[in-house]
């Protein structure tokens, strides 16, 4: 099969997962075609995600007469289901999460994208993530374009689940794919009961590159790595304030943020009003290979995060021997057991996120390190990338011919 992937902007640092399946797919067998509404210009550092970008064909790249005549033959090619599509687009604009021309625009790129994918001959399509990327999938396959699948990761899927018309979505994918038991039953929660068999548990996976490395002692320091974009949601803010808190009870811990974001001023305002710049300090955005090197000259990962789907940042960690300190939400529990391979703590709760670091601080490395390995285990019989890549696979070859082409 000829199988395409589109993303809304590929590649980026945070979704490196996307470039990992896709090159696992390939490893397998598949022959990926690669497309993006955008991306070229995205600040990334990581070999990998350039080479990703050389290959990637971005819709926005496209010039407006370009557009035009795509838009013009496809409608010449087939009225009425230009037509039809069309008009569906304006129905879901109407009560969309963005204003209603944004669908139009949708629409018009599922015509480039219907016309790359038949030039292609691609057989079917996957994206990431339940949001515009895949209302351009469902409107190109309703102009007579390939099937497609997504990939739902929650949280931002299920917060505006109708104004981003999922339910309408899953009926029209071939199969949907939820990362984590978590996420499938909140699928379960917003789309129809007829299309529950068509939702699959496939794990956001690793490679063995990364985590089949020379072990590295876990450090005699308390010293926590958090990888994340620093923004709201990952819990940066209160990560400071819990420090804080302990430096006030004569506790300190060194703390490294690794990553970037928009609310990077306001957490080193944070930092310096605390006077915690001797113990924390903030990288910018770093490569694959530096968060690796980050992770192993900690002794644990601490992510605060309010709302997740299930970070891969968790799977890296524990895939480096390193128990992890986060909140149980999502599907975090499934994968990180409290006590057993880290700390579990409800999030958005500071009191409780200084106890877990506390009792990161209270246990001898020795006991660390067998946390580190337990976690090594589990993540590595979850989150292979080559034997998830494998389950999509196999539902690729699922599909029954008319699904195709």
Not at 342 to 351: I, R, T
Not at 352 to 366: D, K, N, R, S
Request: with cysteine; net charge positive; glycine share 6%.
């Amino acid at each position: 099969m000829n199988i395409a992937y589109f993303v809304n902007q590929h590649p980026l640092v945070s979704t490196s997962f996307i470039r990992r399946e896709i090159n696992a797919l390939e490893r397998n067998g598949c022959k990926v075609f690669r497309t993006a509404i955008r991306g070229w210009l995205s600040p990334v550092v990581d070999p990998g995600d350039m080479r990703e970008r050389q290959l990637t064909r971005y819709i926005m790249q496209v010039g407006g007469f370009a557009r035009i005549s795509t838009i013009f033959r496809i409608f010449v090619q087939q009225p009425a289901l230009f037509v039809k599509t069309a008009l569906c687009a304006i129905k879901l604009g109407f009560r969309a999460e963005k204003a209603f021309f944004y669908s139009l625009i949708y629409f018009s790129h599922a015509c480039i994208l219907r016309d790359w994918y038949t030039r292609e001959k691609i057989d079917h399509v996957h994206a990431h993530f339940g949001t515009n990327s895949t209302e351009v999938l469902m409107y190109c396959k309703l102009l007579g374009g390939p099937s497609y699948s997504f990939t739902v990761h929650g949280p931002e899927e299920f917060d505006k689940n109708k104004l981003i018309h999922l339910k309408e979505k899953v009926r029209h994918a071939s199969f949907v794919i939820a990362i984590s038991a978590f996420t499938k039953s909140q699928l379960f929660r917003w789309v129809d009961f007829s299309d529950w068999s068509k939702i699959h548990e496939v794990h956001c996976g690793l490679e063995a590159d990364f985590y089949n490395v020379s072990p590295v002692p876990i450090p005699e320091v308390h010293r926590l790595v958090c990888v994340g974009r620093l923004c709201e949601q990952k819990g940066q803010m209160l990560l400071v304030e819990a420090i804080a808190l302990l430096a006030a009870r004569q506790h300190k811990v060194e703390l490294v943020l690794a990553g970037d974001g928009e609310m990077r001023a306001e957490i080193e305002a944070q930092i310096r009003k605390h006077r915690l710049e001797s113990q924390i300090s903030i990288t910018g955005w770093i490569t694959s290979a530096q968060v690796r090197e980050y992770m192993q000259h900690s002794s644990a990962m601490i992510l605060p995060s309010f709302a997740e789907g299930l970070p891969v940042v968790i799977m890296e960690a524990m895939a480096l021997k390193r128990p992890v300190l986060t909140t149980y939400v999502a599907g975090i529990p499934e994968l990180v057991v409290d006590g057993i391979t880290g700390w579990l703590f409800p999030a958005g709760d500071v009191e409780a996120l200084a106890g877990a670091i506390q009792g990161f601080m209270e246990t001898p490395v020795a006991e660390l390190s067998a946390m580190g390995v337990r976690g090594y285990e589990r993540v590595i019989a979850r989150h292979a990338v080559d034997t998830e890549a494998q389950k999509l696979i196999a539902l690729f070859k699922s599909l029954p011919s008319h699904q195709t082409r």
